[in-house]
């Protein structure tokens, strides 16, 4: 027990390697149970068979044209949410602070929503507008943590968030009554799955995604320094205003290319870092780098047990996230004092 | 001992809601005019008119004034028991609770009770779990509300899940509902919910005096005579039950058990605890935002719900946002 009062052991108690390691394995464990697991009748061991090269003509059809792509876009969709909760948490110091929670997701569907109604059909455009509805979402947070008193309270942000995601559901739904052709592709995709997506979304996306994980590289020391305080951020040699603007763009882009391919997902961004944290320690560079492994992982579980719950139906990815979000949220609040980033 | 000022207010926003009534009744794809209208109501008008007030748009009407005035009186009696005033059914997610039951009772998931019932069980079952959560911390500060959003997020996923099971008409069906409208009421809940409001409106009159004095400390209330437990008891359970019958009649209809007490404070005398007049304005609004529905994009219908949320949200950001907070407590 004396060894537990030495340096090292501390740093060994925030060994960073095996739960990035044991989370790794965890999402290989996932990615397999989401080749071998799902509708349609070809069981796990057909599946299985599929995979080692030897299967059924329609078995290698299932998992390589049906199932593949669909794992595919989860775990980017984990990733860009895992990444753009764990951003945006670190620069508000607002343990809450979700994409999903606040509006940045809800304002990225609207911004679809609208674009479908006056008739976009492309990937590009439906990408580039989710984007630029995100991009709309992060200002106003921005600015509303700006609001004096607001930044430092967390849970009035969140309140703040919750009635802006109402009035923009409102506006969706509204939307949905003008035009019935529009209703039936909004409803399809606005509760959220990754069910039945074309990969052409995919790649429709991915120089977006490539774009703000560079950013994220450049970005992360500069936030890093900031979680000591902007003057200590300033002493070192960082400009806090345009890290901001960097992580905002960062944010919009991962959050509206996370919404084009699978729709408003909320608590994603909330779970995610909330575990990766709990590994991690304070260090946003250490909490980043397990999101890369623990989003996917979480985004692509919650699929299978969305194809597992209600088989031989499907319950949509969007309710699984919120039934295991929500109570996380409740977590987080109800811990004796409201832990501060 | 009625006041000028009050009695004043109460006055004014039963004028206006006579109007809107009027109004709402005349109103609609038959046109009729204001006189005709009450000609219809007092029974002397031609068969024609007199069926489409009497028979179609009175029920509809009915349904909204009792709504709208039982979430009202819910959301004011919970802000004064919650010393909070963001403390309202909706926002603690008791409205999205209730829908979720009432669904389950609708869809059919081994339940057959009728919808007020489930409606009702549903509301408690919010409640209970929303004051457990925030444990000592009681209704003071915004744990409570967090735990309410929450919930709601949770119930609201169930009711999607539930619907995504059925036949694809039954979810269309329900789907006005589930954002609030007056299109889906049974007769039945309409009428449990007309005795529900007229017996707690008679209770809460009697405890007035009692709710008076909830707006100061405990210890002051306590010593003014007021039985505290007993009261927060009988006024939670009053406003679970308005709550739970109002959303067996219309669905989640969000903001209205938060704007029309705003309104009624602000008319009203400060030092009292405003239940007629927000009944009142509850029901004023309920009606207004269901013409404005039937009406702006006519012959498209665009859910009452839908209307409150777009006039009350921005007005919610506002109390949030807004830089020196006046009393959120």
Known sequence: ?341 | MPDKRNTLVNTALLGLLVLATIISLATGTVQVSLFDTLRALAGHADPMTDFVINELRLSRVNAGLLSGAALAMAGCLMQTLARNRLATPGIIGIDNAATAFAVASVVGVGLSLAPSAMALAGAAAATAIAFGLAGANGTRGYRFIVAGIGIGAIAGAVTQVMLSRVAIDAANAAYPWTVGSLNARSGQSVLVLGIGLAAGYLVLMSLSRALNTLQFTDAVAIALGTRLKATRIIGLGLSVMLTGLAVSVCGPVGLIALLAPELARALCRPGKVPLTAAALAGASFMLVADLLGRTLFAPLEIPVGIITAIVGSPYLLWILLRPSPRSLT
């Open chain 1, 1 to 341: 027990m004396l060894n537990a009062l030495s340096p090292t052991s501390v740093v060994a108690s925030r060994a960073f390697f095996p739960p990035l390691l044991a989370a790794g394995f965890l999402l290989l464990l996932v990615v397999l149970a989401s080749l071998l697991y799902g509708a349609g009748p070809v069981s796990a061991s057909d599946a299985m068979a599929a995979l080692m090269a030897n299967g059924t003509e329609e078995a290698w059809f299932v998992v390589t044209e049906l199932r593949l792509p669909r794992t595919i876009i989860a775990l980017i969709t984990g990733l860009a949410l895992g990444l753009a909760g764990a951003l945006l948490q670190s620069m508000t110091r607002n343990p809450l602070a979700e994409p999903g929670l606040l509006g940045v997701s809800a304002g990225s569907g609207f911004a679809v929503a609208l674009a479908i109604l006056l008739g976009a059909t492309t990937a590009t455009l439906t990408t580039l507008s989710a984007q630029l509805g995100a991009l709309a979402g992060c200002a106003l947070v921005i600015a509303a943590t700006r609001v004096q008193g607001l930044g430092n309270d967390p849970v009035r942000l969140v309140l703040a968030g919750a009635t802006m995601t109402g009035l923009l559901l409102a506006l969706t739904s509204m939307l949905m009554l003008m035009d019935q052709r529009a209703a039936d592709e909004i409803r399809f995709w606005i509760t959220g799955s990754v069910a039945g997506k074309p990969l052409s979304m995919l790649w429709a996306t991915l120089p977006s995604i490539t774009l703000a994980l560079v950013l994220i590289a450049i970005v992360a020391r500069p936030l890093a320094a900031m979680a000591l305080g902007e003057k200590a951020a300033v002493g070192l040699g960082h400009h806090p205003g345009r890290i901001r603007f960097l992580i905002t763009f960062t944010v919009a882009l991962l959050v509206g290319s996370a919404t084009a391919l699978a729709g408003p997902l909320i608590f994603v961004g909330l779970v995610v870092p909330f575990i990766a944290r709990a590994f991690s320690g304070p260090d946003i560079r250490k909490t980043l780098w397990l999101c890369v492994p623990v989003g996917p992982a979480v985004v692509l579980g919650a699929d299978v047990l969305s194809r597992l719950i209600a088989a031989p139906a499907e319950m949509p990815l969007g309710v699984v996230t919120a039934l295991i979000g929500a109570p996380v949220l409740l977590a987080i609040v109800r811990a004796g004092r409201m832990p501060s980033l």
